[in-house]
């Protein structure tokens, strides 16, 4: 299963974008599905929002608000819309999966990553 992410880009303060994820194929059982970013010099990547099965969502403080997160499983893709965005968000953003798996651990899919920058 390959993650695609799009929607990133350069924009002012204040300004919108959304960005998605597209999985190649239909990801059953799924748990969660979470959009982490990495901010410029950052070695770790923050869970920004996260959806679970039975559609609770979960935000980091810093983007309450601000940050939507929603899915659409017909098309196999997750979104997150960013409204009044903050220099502070600046970063690369990577849509995440997880599922069950009929046998061992549980899978992780991970998108390539999409750079938003947010200008002042």
């Known amino acids: 299963v390959q993650l695609q992410a799009s929607g990133g880009g350069l924009v002012q303060a204040g300004g919108s974008l959304r960005l998605s994820c597209a999985a190649s194929?239909?990801?059953?059982?799924?748990?969660?599905m979470g959009w982490y970013r990495q901010a410029p010099g950052k070695q770790q990547r923050e869970l920004a929002a996260?959806?679970?099965?039975?559609?609770?969502?979960n935000y980091v403080d810093s983007v309450k608000g601000r940050f939507t997160i929603s899915e659409d499983n017909a098309k196999n893709t997750v979104y997150l819309q960013m409204n009044s965005l903050k220099p502070e968000d600046t970063a690369v953003y990577y849509c995440n999966i997880v599922a069950r798996k009929t046998w061992g651990p549980l899978a992780n899919y991970w998108g390539q990553g999409t750079q938003v920058t947010v200008s002042s």
């Open positions: 194929e239909r990801i059953s059982s799924i748990v969660s």
């Open positions: 996260s959806i679970v099965s039975g559609g609770r969502t």
